[in-house]
């Protein structure tokens, strides 16, 4: 199906352990976001790519990493996972990122993560 | 501490109601986006405003771009339940970034 999408839905992984949130694309989206939304603190961005092979640090990137040799990917991986980092994961592509672009955001349903 | 600052945190109301939401800066924007968040979804985009002192009109909704474009507002004119969500503005200077958002609650 044409869209957005994220997978898994849910994920309870074991502090300590590497897990990886999937994120596809089906537009050719040129930029893609990751962001994690934790109450009172809205959406906050963690990395975004302007382009396949182009990636940078967004507000709070540490203890995640991320890759996109395909345009239509954008995996997050949590090197080693951490109470902390229990939230719920969004990701989002846009074709533009400059007023004279489209730069609508569009949104997967999110992923949402349990560290225990 | 967040560049795009939004009050009231949260705001719960009656039916038919007014509401406005307040989305402010020092900073100046090129533009400032609106979205929409319901529970357990994702945003969705409501509308992008560019030019200083703008007001568009979706349905009962008005957004007004400040005229020295460092801030931005959201009326609810007549409230429904079905505008209960989370709405976020935001902006796009290839790092996608949002402000903490405000919780409306519209009660029937």
């Known amino acids: 199906d044409a869209g957005i999408t994220q997978s898994p839905r849910y994920k309870i992984t074991e502090t300590g352990r590497q897990v990886t949130l999937m994120c596809h694309q089906t537009?050719?989206?040129?930029?893609m976001f990751w962001y994690r939304q934790d109450l009172g603190h809205g959406l906050r961005l963690i990395y975004y790519s302007a382009a396949a092979d182009i990636t940078d640090k967004g507000e709070v990137p540490d203890g995640y990493v991320v890759s996109r040799s395909k345009t239509e990917n954008f995996p997050l991986t949590l090197e080693s996972a951490t109470r902390s980092q229990t939230s719920v994961y969004f990701c989002a592509s846009s074709r533009g990122a400059a007023v004279s672009s489209n730069t609508e955001a569009f949104f997967g349903q999110g992923t949402r993560l349990t560290v225990v | 501490t967040q560049l795009l600052e939004q009050s009231p945190q949260f705001l719960s109301i009656q039916e038919g109601e007014n509401l406005t939401v307040y989305c402010n800066s020092s900073?100046?924007?090129?533009?400032l986006q609106w979205y929409r968040q319901e529970p357990g979804e994702g945003p969705v985009l409501l509308v992008t405003?560019?030019?200083?002192?703008e007001v568009k009109k979706l349905k009962r909704l008005t957004f007004q771009f400040g005229d020295a474009r460092k801030d931005s507002s959201l009326h609810i004119t007549a409230a429904q339940p079905g505008d209960t969500g989370l709405y976020l503005c935001a902006f796009n200077d290839y790092k996608l970034s949002f402000g903490a958002g405000t919780t409306v609650t519209v009660r029937a």
């Open positions: 537009w050719s989206h040129s930029y």
């Open positions: 900073s100046v924007f090129s533009s």
């Open positions: 405003v560019v030019t200083g002192g």
